[in-house]
Structure formats: C-alpha cells, structure tokens
C-alpha cells in the first residue's frame, strides 16, 4: 500500500508558464511535507518542505500548497526555468518519525 | 571534506558475492538512511539509523545487512547478491524530522 503517491509520472510545461507537481497521501500521522529535486546522476536535493499547522509554504520561485483535509499537496514552480528539468520527488514524515516516505516522482520538463 | 561521501560511485560484480557500499558523513547527523532507486519506484527505503548501535528495517530490507558502529559511518552490506539488486543506491542523513541529505550515489550492477 503506497502512502505517498505522485500520480503523474512526467510533465512538459513551456519555459516561463507554471508547473504544478502533485502529491496524494493517506496516513493521516503524516505532518510534515518535503520536496526534493533530483538531477540525474546525483543524489535528491532539498527544495522546500511545510509543516501541518500551514497551508502554504514560499521561497522564491517555489510554493508548496497542502490541503490536509484532501491528504493533497502541490508544488507550484512560477516562471518555470529550463534549469528545473529533473524528477521531483515528494516526501511525508510523521513527529518524531524520523524516516520520511517518497513518492515515485514526477519527470518534469521545461521547454525553452 | 564536509558533506555526505559514497564509495564506491561505480561497481560491478557477480551473483553470489558479497559487496559493501559505504557511507560516510561528517555532520554528525543522528539519523542516516539507505535507498534504492529502480526505475518506476522512486526512492525505497532499506535500512535506516536513529544513532550509533540502533538501526531498524525499511521497506525492502531483505537480502541486506547494516551497521553503524560511529554516528558518521553508515554501511550497506548485499550478502549474496543477486540480479535483482542492480540498482541506484542512495545514503542520507538527517537530524530527527528534518531535511534530508543525500549522498551522490552508488550504481550497482551485479551480473
């Protein structure tokens, strides 16, 4: 039983149009969200991540959204840049948990 | 130098050996993980470390054993392996319910 599933296994979006990643859980203990990037050939990278008690998390060009009721989070990149072409991976952990579950991750594709 | 190291990057060998992936950070980070990434799995969790002496089972703990005796080394031993652990291993490490550090990987082919 998958936890944590992101159910587009790829998206191509325009160079400087939004790109919308989405993420489905289903263990309510989960209450901390992360995003990670990852370039082939090297390990995923940190993106951005929000806690339970908010909705919405910005740094910069990216926001997380997470609707907790729906069990459903999504990362808004705005404008899209060739250079964020990679797989995104999203990740769930609950207090104390220590170990985070992934989903399989979303290929996303900038076209300049 | 600071950061997450992985050895080796690269190695083949054949079904039956035994291997060891290592793993080794110096931020003295609590809590270090192992992944394998195959294609169409994202990333699944083998093994993980809350601290020196304590590790626990992941998702897909079989056919591997761990270790950590100090906090900044973590390693990943295939006992016997076999053709179904080709894979794209990751390590990482982290302080409790934070960010993640991942090392830059060890792709493995066993033949």
């Known amino acids: 039983d998958q936890q944590v599933k992101q159910n587009s296994p790829s998206l191509s979006v325009q160079e400087g149009r939004i790109s919308i990643l989405n993420c489905d859980y289903t263990?309510?203990?989960?209450?901390?969200f992360l995003w990670y990037k990852k370039y082939p050939a090297e390990g995923p990278t940190f993106l951005i991540s929000?806690?339970?008690?908010?909705d919405k998390n910005e740094d910069g060009r990216f926001t997380v959204f997470l609707n907790k009721s729906a069990k459903h989070l999504s990362l808004h990149i705005v404008p899209s840049q060739p250079g964020d072409s990679a797989v995104y991976f999203c990740a769930a952990t609950g207090t104390n948990a220590g170990k985070s579950t992934f989903g399989d991750g979303t290929t996303l594709t900038v076209k300049p | 130098d600071a950061g997450i190291t992985q050895s080796p990057r690269y190695k083949i060998t054949e079904t039956g050996r035994q291997v060891t992936l290592m793993c080794h950070q110096t931020w003295s980070h609590s809590y270090m993980f192992w992944y394998r990434q195959d294609l169409g799995h994202g990333l699944r969790l083998i093994y993980y470390?809350?601290?020196?002496?304590?590790?626990d089972k992941g998702e897909v703990p079989d056919g591997y054993v761990v270790s950590r005796s100090k906090t900044e080394n973590f390693p990943l031993t295939l006992e016997s392996a076999t053709r179904s652990q080709t894979s794209v291993y990751f390590c990482a490490s982290s302080r409790l319910q934070e960010t993640q550090y991942f090392g830059p990987g060890t792709r493995l082919l066993v033949l």
């Open positions: 263990n309510s203990m989960f209450d901390y």
């Open positions: 929000i806690s339970s008690i908010k």
């Open positions: 470390s809350a601290a020196a002496d304590i590790t």
